[in-house]
């Protein structure tokens, strides 16, 4: 299955894949041939699994907030956040590499109560500033358990953030909401009382894995 996402893209890039096909082909050099299929088959391939879009289940259990995507938690930390919760806050954050599932998830049951877009730089998403720097969405949840604000960050490869989520609209845990493409960063940003149940280091899988319960 291949995520909604990214089927404009995919399709750009099968056709520019055909183009080059036509052109091998036409190239006297078999070698020069057969390496510039080579490339192109591999790239296709390389394309239909970033774009992959496996189904997910959330844990069956109330009070937890479930990762927003694929990856490794680099971030894990106590900070103060003035956009939504303002307030005492702590965060983990994920690093997506290319090899990971791009589609991004809704992290907890609620209501979109803030969203907001930066133009931004494209530094490498696993520096500690790329959440303050580089482009990225932010999307605040009101739930029954309290204030909970995630972002999409862009890297130094990823440059199109997508998300489909409004302010007003209620969400479910573990559903898709976006994603981004080619390499990128997410952060969640919690009030103090939900407890970490990841390290940094850690792999977790989007819709999956607990980031934090209360207790």
Same mark, same amino acid.
């Given at each position: 299955?291949?995520?909604?996402?990214?089927? $404009?893209?995919?399709?750009?890039?099968?056709?520019?894949?055909?183009?080059?096909?036509?052109?091998?082909?036409?190239?006297?050099?078999?070698?020069?041939?057969?390496f510039i299929l080579i490339i192109v088959f591999s790239f296709f391939i390389?394309? %239909?699994?970033?774009? @992959?879009?496996? !189904?997910?289940?959330?844990?069956?259990? /109330?009070?937890?907030?479930?990762?927003?995507?694929?990856? @490794?938690?680099?971030?894990?930390?106590?900070?103060? /956040? /003035?956009?939504?919760?303002?307030?005492?806050?702590?965060?983990? $954050?994920?690093?997506?590499?290319?090899?990971?599932?791009?589609?991004? @998830?809704?992290?907890?049951? #609620?209501?979109?109560?803030?969203?907001?877009?930066?133009?931004?730089?494209?530094?490498?998403?696993?520096? /500690?500033?790329?959440?303050? !720097?580089?482009?990225?969405?932010?999307? #605040?949840?009101?739930?029954?358990?309290?204030?909970?604000?995630?972002?999409?960050?862009? #890297?130094?490869?990823?440059?199109?953030?997508?998300?489909?989520?409004?302010?007003g609209e209620k969400v479910e845990i573990g559903?898709?909401?976006?994603?981004?493409?080619?390499?990128? @960063?997410?952060?969640?940003?919690?009030?103090?009382?939900?407890?970490?149940?990841?390290?940094?280091?850690?792999?977790?899988?989007?819709?999956?894995?607990? %980031?934090?319960?209360?207790?």
């Open positions: 299955m291949f995520t909604k996402y990214g089927y $404009s893209t995919i399709l750009k890039i099968i056709f520019i894949l055909l183009v080059i096909t036509i052109i091998a082909f036409l190239i006297p050099n078999i070698f020069i041939k057969y390389f394309t %239909l699994y970033f774009f @992959r879009d496996p !189904e997910r289940f959330p844990p069956d259990k /109330d009070s937890i907030i479930v990762s927003p995507a694929d990856g @490794r938690v680099i971030l894990v930390k106590n900070v103060i /956040d /003035d956009k939504f919760i303002n307030g005492p806050a702590k965060q983990i $954050s994920i690093f997506m590499s290319p090899l990971n599932v791009h589609v991004n @998830r809704i992290p907890i049951s #609620g209501v979109i109560e803030y969203k907001k877009y930066y133009k931004g730089k494209y530094i490498a998403a696993f520096k /500690d500033k790329a959440s303050v !720097e580089n482009e990225r969405a932010e999307f #605040g949840i009101s739930t029954i358990f309290g204030k909970i604000l995630f972002t999409q960050v862009a #890297g130094f490869i990823a440059r199109r953030i997508v998300y489909d989520v409004e302010v559903k898709r909401f976006g994603m981004i493409k080619f390499g990128s @960063r997410v952060d969640v940003i919690v009030q103090p009382q939900w407890s970490e149940k990841v390290k940094s280091g850690d792999s977790v899988i989007a819709g999956k894995t607990i %980031l934090f319960e209360l207790n």
